[in-house]
Every structure is written in C-alpha cells, then in structure tokens.
C-alpha cells in the first residue's frame, strides 16, 4: 500500500518518511524500533520517597516557563492524581507548554516528594497506550516516535504481508505467524512476545540473505571460465624474479590462483589480508599466467591516486616479464587517453590500471581474461552489465584489506572463494601505538615534533570537518588551528576532507607525497593503500568515535618503510577498547575483538553496496540464528523446493539475470 493512503501520512510526513527509503506500507512496518520502555505505571499513594516512578495523573492548571539561562528553561504546572494536588516541574521542556490542557491526562516520569507537594519529571506523556511497553524508533528529520507509532498502528491493521518464510521452516521451529510477530514487534504487551517476534523476524531477514548468498555461489561455482594452459613451473618463473621471499600465506593464495586459472571453473576468489600483507604480488601472479596464457588484465582501484600508486610500482616488476603497463586516468590529455584505448583495442597493453571507469563503455578490450579490484569495491553489477554486452565473462579476483574472521567472512562473502593472509613479511617493524588523554596532549605534541625534526611526516586524522558546536569533538579546522599555534606557523599543514572537489584533493595529496605539505590533517578520507613511506606517525583525535577495525586501517596509513612509526590515540573515553590497539598490530586479532565488543557495526561498511545493512539481524549477536539460516537455506535450494515460491523464484531469476 502507498504510504499516501495510510490515515494520518500527509504529503511532508510522506516525504520524510521517503527519505528514510521507507516508500510503502510494507517498508514502514519494517522500520523497528530499536529498544522499547518498559511503563510501570503504580497509583501515587505506592510512590516511595526519591525514587523513579511512571504515575498518571491530570492536568490542572496551563502551566507557566521560567528562562533561567540561555538554554536553560523551566516549565511548571499543577497535576492531580488520585486525591493528591501537587507541582510539576520539567527542565528545558518550554516547548511543551502547548499541551498543558486543563483536564487532560498524562503519565509522568520522575520522582515524587509529598512532603514537598512535587513532582519533579525527567518526561511526559500525553499519550496513554493501554499497553504498557513503548516501542521507541530511531528519530530523524523531525519525525517524532508517537507519530511513528501512530502510523505504524495503522499501517498495521491495512497491509498485507508476505510470509518469506518457507512453511516447513515455520514448522520446524515453531515460528509465530508473520502478522502477529509484526504485531508483536510493534506494540507488544510482555517481554515474551517481543522475543518470539525477533526471533522470527531475524531469521527470515537472514534466511533470505544467506539463500541469495548461496544461490550466487552455486552459480558461480557452475559458471565456466577460460581453461588456461600453463604450467605450475610459473610460479617458480614468477618468485625467481621477486627481490624477496614469499610467505607461506601468499605461496598458498598463488597455488589457489593457479588452479582457479587452470581449471575450466570461472574465478570468483577474494584475497583477504592485512594492510602490508603483501596482497599486490599475489594479484602480480595472476596478471602473469593470464599474459601468459595470452589475454588482458584490468587491475581496478577505487581512486585515481591509488590507481597511479599501483602503477609506479607495478611497471617495473612486470617489464621483467615483458608485460606491458598502461595507465587510464580521467584526468589524463585526450590525446594520450586515446592513445591508450587504441593500444587497449590492439592488444598491445596486457595489463590496464585505472579507476572503475575502466569498465566503462568507451574502453575496448581485445582479450580480456582478468579483472582485479582492490580495497573492498565490490565489482558491481553494473558493471557485470557492462561486460557481459560486450561478451566478456573474466575472471574475478577481489583484494580486500578489511580483516573479519573467518566465520563471518564464510557466510558474508560466502558466494566468493577465499585465500586468506595472515602472516606479514619478515623483518616488518611493529608500530607503536599509544592511547592518550587530551590532558596529555603535550606529550603527543612533543613526540610530533621530534619527528618533523627528524624530516618525517605527520597524519592527524579527526571525525568532523567543522565544529558543529560540540566541545567534545575536534575538528579537522579546530585541529588546524591547534597545530598552527604549537607549531608557531612554521610547519606546512595540509588540509583534506570529503568536501573538497577531487582535483583539490589530489593536489593537495601529491603535495603531501613529495614532502612538501609536512602534517596533513584530514576526516577519514585517506585512503586504505594509500603509501607515503616517510610519513611515521599518525594522531587520531576522538579516536573513540571509530571502530577498531578502522582505527587500525589508518594506522596502516604509517609504519611502510624500514623507519620505526608511530600511532597515538587521544580519547577521553572508551580507553579499555582502544588499548587492543596497543597490545597488538594484528588485524584479524582486532576485529575478532570489535566484534566482540562492539557487534557488527563496522562490518556494515564491508559490503559497499548495501545488501549488508540488515533491518533487525545483528552479525554478532545473532550468529546462532545466522548458522540455523544458513544451513536451511542452503538444504531448501539444494532439494529445489524452492522453484515453486513465487518469492524465491523471483529472486533467482533477478540474480541470473544480472550474472
Ligand atoms: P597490501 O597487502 O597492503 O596491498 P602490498 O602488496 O602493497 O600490501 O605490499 C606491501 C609491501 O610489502 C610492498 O612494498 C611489497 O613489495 C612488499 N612485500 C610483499 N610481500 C613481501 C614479502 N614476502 N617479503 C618482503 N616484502 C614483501
Ligand atoms: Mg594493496
């Protein structure tokens, strides 16, 4: 049902609600609520001196506001309840002396003083539900949680809902029907049926993802590539051309390549590994045997500096197989570009390096055999679009520096095959992380300046680009300043956040590069990969505002060449967590620990294309039910009942379609 036609959904709280990508009847009764209050409401005479209580009570008199400060008011008015007369009084509430009508009936929050004749309340509300739990919805864009919970009651009792259950699963566990869990969910009368109602409503969510999962990896597992004729002396040829020694993690990810390549089954293979894990040779090996078996390779990254990176240090390595390296940028002269896309044509460039753009309708391939994207972008299905018109069917490698364990990684990037590196290369010195109070800042500015000292280079990384009023985060502007000043204006300091247009980045980020810009403060937009091997420290400010896992991808920004580097973390808060980063330089270490103790949240950034951003699963907490899910769906596509639900033959047929 349109939302338009739910009672009580104008044109404005339509277009909020848009905005929130709720666009149907059936998207609203998905928005849940994330917690619930739970509303004890006793009579006044049980009230116990100073404690928390949820009275009912009845407005008396209109109220009146007392401006004690800027941002500070206090609303007044007079209640009853049962036959005691009392004064209430609410903090920086001004805003709700419109609806103190005289008559009306409230519940109050707070606590009670009969001696004194008052209630001082901490909230109220002028909806009374018969129910005594309150569902409470994450607020946005002036949408208030009793208009939600309005709205939602409607919608409820108007829209027909679809099971994706399948009835022998239902069985199996004793699921309550889908309505009642929405129900439940919804507007619950006891902590029992909120469970029964999350229980299902999880496992459905992550039923039908893990069926998508498994059914892409089927295909893929079906899916016929090119047979390459190579022999396994290559990788002998290959490491005698290496200035070091492979690790014994990335002699294993080449053998997997190797028998991907050779065997008639399409490549679909993530390669998951530590920053500085040494990811780039293993894909160096696959560019290899595919020139050697005579077809192209596309090397992808998500930006055009990493894209030139990847370039200078690709080209020489590969010259010593005569493969011939070409870059692709957009900001290249159209002369040189066309030059390019002709080589490209004629096959005399075997390996491209570029943006995503390179898969883009104007480059002509002559052979293409492989495709590697690096850093986590997934190889969109625009883009399979995109090649499979042009009657290209490659082979698919992924890099990806985003360490998750192994579980999580078998059942999110279950449709991929995965060769892990978790060993580093030897001789890699460890960074030294400190976690730092702002009291102690000095010590992290004197640290700072020994190192510019020493000619090296500096990162500091802040949450926000400005200060939107908060004296607890520092901005990347605030910072600026701060440095200027300890500094006296004598260091270059470059500034770089998601505002800036893409050419005032790369400048400023070239300018970093050959050293003139000595400190570059930036939001988290340095890139995964990014290398500025002088660069030897790293400040990261409220370094509680991120996750572990990320906090320790920009550390990874330093500690990239022989000079021993350094990470300090300045938060006042959450230290515990922070100092996993001092005790170890382990990535997957790290986010076995964030998981821990933050759940999955940061694992929503892993998948880019959304299809992570569960509406009520959570990976960690809920991974029992993410096992039973995957091991059903898997036995349910498996016995082919499937091709006879609408629902999941639907599915199957969108996925073919884009594959
Ligand atoms: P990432 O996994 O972050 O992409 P890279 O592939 O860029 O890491 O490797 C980081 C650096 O380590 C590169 O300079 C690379 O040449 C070097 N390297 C890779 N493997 C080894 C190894 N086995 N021994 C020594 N150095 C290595
Ligand atoms: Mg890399």
């Known amino acids: 049902m349109e939302l338009k ?165 239902v069985e199996k566990y004793h699921f ?102 040494g990811k780039t040779i293993v894909a160096t090996y696959a560019i290899y045997v595919n020139f050697l078996s005579g077809y192209q390779s596309a090397l992808m990254a998500p930006t055009e500096i990493l894209a030139e990176q990847h370039y200078k240090s690709l080209k020489d390595l590969l010259q010593r197989f005569n493969i011939n390296v070409a870059l692709l940028t957009g900001s290249m002269k159209k002369s040189e570009k066309n030059k390019v896309l002709e080589d490209l044509k004629n096959n005399e460039i075997n390996l491209i390096i570029g943006t995503h753009a390179l898969i883009s309708s104007n480059v002509t391939f002559n052979k293409l055999g492989l495709v590697i994207t690096d850093e986590q972008h997934r190889f969109g299905v625009d883009q399979r679009n995109t090649l499979r018109d042009k009657g290209i069917t490659p082979d698919v490698l992924y890099l990806s520096a985003t360490p998750i364990p192994r579980t999580y990684a078998l059942t999110i990037y279950g449709d991929l095959n995965l060769s892990l590196i978790k060993t580093k290369p030897k001789g890699r010195r460890e960074i030294i992380t400190c976690v730092k109070k702002e009291i102690e800042i000095k010590d992290v500015l004197y640290k700072m300046l020994e190192e510019l000292k020493l000619n090296h280079q500096i990162y500091v990384v802040s949450p926000l680009i400005e200060n939107n009023n908060s004296d607890e985060l520092k901005s990347v502007f605030d910072l600026k300043e701060k440095m200027d000043l300890a500094f006296n204006k004598q260091v270059k300091i470059g500034i770089l956040h998601g505002k800036l247009k893409n050419t005032e980045k790369d400048e400023i980020m070239q300018k970093f590069k050959n050293g003139e810009i000595k400190i570059l403060i930036s939001t988290t937009v340095i890139e995964v990969g990014i290398d500025v091997p002088n660069s030897t420290m790293i400040v990261i400010y409220n370094a509680e505002r991120f996750g572990l896992a990320t906090l320790h991808q920009l550390r990874g920004r330093v500690g990239r060449s022989d000079l021993q580097s350094y990470c300090y973390l300045v938060s006042n808060k959450d230290i515990e967590r922070l100092k996993v980063l001092e005790e170890s330089n382990d990535g997957f270490y790290i986010s076995e620990k964030d998981f821990q103790m933050r759940g999955s949240g940061d694992l929503f950034g892993v998948r880019q294309s959304g299809d992570m951003a569960f509406k009520i699963a959570n990976l960690k907490n809920d991974y029992q039910i993410l096992l039973k899910a995957q091991e059903d769906s898997q036995e349910y596509l498996k016995t082919n009942a499937y091709k006879d639900n609408e629902y999941y033959k639907n599915i199957v047929e969108t996925i073919n379609f884009i594959n």
Do not use: W
């Not at 309505?179 to 049926?193: G, R, T, V």
């Open 5 to 169: 036609n739910i009672k009580g959904i104008g044109p404005t709280l339509e277009k909020k609600l848009n905005n929130l990508g709720i666009i149907n009847s059936n998207d609203l009764l998905e928005y849940y609520p994330y917690r619930y209050n739970f509303i004890n409401i006793i009579p006044i005479s049980d009230v116990s001196l100073d404690e928390n209580c949820t009275i009912k009570a009845t407005i008396i008199d209109s109220g009146r506001v007392q401006y004690i400060k800027r941002n500070f008011n206090r609303l007044t008015f007079k209640a009853i309840s049962d036959n005691a007369i009392f004064n209430v009084t609410i903090f920086n509430r001004a805003f709700l002396k419109p609806n103190l009508t005289v008559g009306k009936e409230i519940v109050l929050m707070g606590k009670y003083n009969k001696l004194k004749n008052s209630f001082v309340a901490s909230d109220i509300k002028f909806n009374i539900f018969d129910n005594k739990i309150e569902p409470i919805y994450h607020l946005v864009d002036g949408i208030s949680n009793s208009i939600l919970i309005k709205v939602i009651n409607t919608a409820l009792n108007d829209t027909k809902t679809t099971d994706y259950i399948p009835s022998k699963y």
């Open 176 to 277: 309550i029907n889908k309505d009642i869990a929405l129900k439940y969910i919804h507007n619950p009368s006891s902590k029992n049926e909120i469970k029964q109602a999350q229980i299902r409503l999880k496992y459905e969510e992550l039923f039908t993802f893990m069926f998508k999962i498994n059914y892409l990896k089927a295909i893929n597992d079906k899916a016929k590539g090119l047979k390459r004729e190579v022999s396994i002396t290559s990788k002998d040829d290959f490491m005698k051309f290496l200035s070091f020694q492979l690790t014994p993690d990335q002699i294993k990810a080449i053998d997997d390549i190797y028998q991907d390549l050779t065997s008639i089954n399409r490549m679909n293979r993530l390669i998951l590994g530590d920053v500085g894990s």
